[in-house]
T-cell receptor, first 109, second 113 residues
Framework: RKEVEQDPGPFNVPEGATVAFNCTYS??????FFWYRQDCRKEPKLLMS???SGNEDGRFTAQLNRASQYISLLIRDSKLSDSATYLC??????????FGPGTRLSVLP | NAGVTQTPKFQVLKTGQSMTLQCAQD?????MYWYRQDPGMGLRLIYY???????DKGEVPNGYNVSRLNKREFSLRLESAAPSQTSVYFC????????????FGPGTRLTVT
């Protein structure tokens, strides 16, 4: 089993839709959590960190459930520019980052 | 502010050739990383350097060596390239390691024939 797993995708949604991505991690020692965004043939870039209490940044909301070892990302009012691959990332302090395989999103006009 | 830079952007090697991928960051970060990204596999860590003077193996270190030349620079060397090393290679850096955002370079697209 992979240490970080994500919805396989792809997700094809119309503009304005709400879409949710799920991520699970297997190592209970994981301490920090992130969502990255990767555009086609580009480098990953941080979308948002994920905090225990949940956090929101504009149209994006991230949730963490440590008991279930589950992370989610909700995108409201999807834009064409949201089309990308979304990477779930976990880290155990002092050790390396582990990336999920990514979920591809296509927002359609 | 350049962030993380990588050279070259593209490279084609023949099996058995060697090459070094260069990475530099200008953000005064302590930690640096090398990843490879293959279709359907996500990013996998090859080596990382938690601070100047230290390097550690990641998930897929075989066939690679690294050098943390100074705080700014972290190079990845393929001694004898194999077709299985065809991939996109990303260098990244972060400030304090696990709690901090990673910043990535633009990647090197390597093909080994």
């Amino acid at each position: 089993r992979k240490e970080v797993e994500q919805d396989p995708g792809p997700f094809n949604v119309p503009e304005g839709a709400t879409v949710a991505f799920n991520c699970t991690y297997s190592n209970s020692a994981s301490q920090s959590f992130f969502w990255y965004r990767q555009d086609c043939r580009k480098e990953p870039k941080l979308l948002m960190s994920v905090y225990s209490s949940g956090n929101e940044d504009g149209r994006f909301t991230a949730q963490l459930n440590r008991a279930s070892q589950y992370i989610s990302l909700l995108i409201r009012d999807s834009k064409l520019s949201d089309s990308a691959t979304y990477l779930c990332v976990v880290n155990r302090y002092g050790q390396n980052f582990v990336f999920g395989p990514g979920t591809r999103l296509s927002v359609l006009p | 502010n350049a962030g993380v830079t990588q050279t070259p952007k593209f490279q084609v090697l023949k099996t058995g050739q060697s090459m070094t991928l260069q990475c530099a960051q200008d953000m005064n970060h302590n930690s640096m990383y090398w990843y490879r990204q293959d279709p359907g596999m996500g990013l996998r860590l090859i080596y990382y350097s938690a601070s100047e003077g230290t390097t550690d193996k990641g998930e897929v270190p075989n066939g690679y060596n690294v050098s943390r030349l100074n705080k700014r620079e972290f190079s990845l060397r393929l001694e004898s390239a194999a077709p299985s090393q065809t991939s996109v290679y990303f260098c990244a850096s972060s400030d304090t390691g696990g709690a901090s955002e990673q910043y990535f370079g633009p990647g090197t697209r390597l093909t080994v024939t």
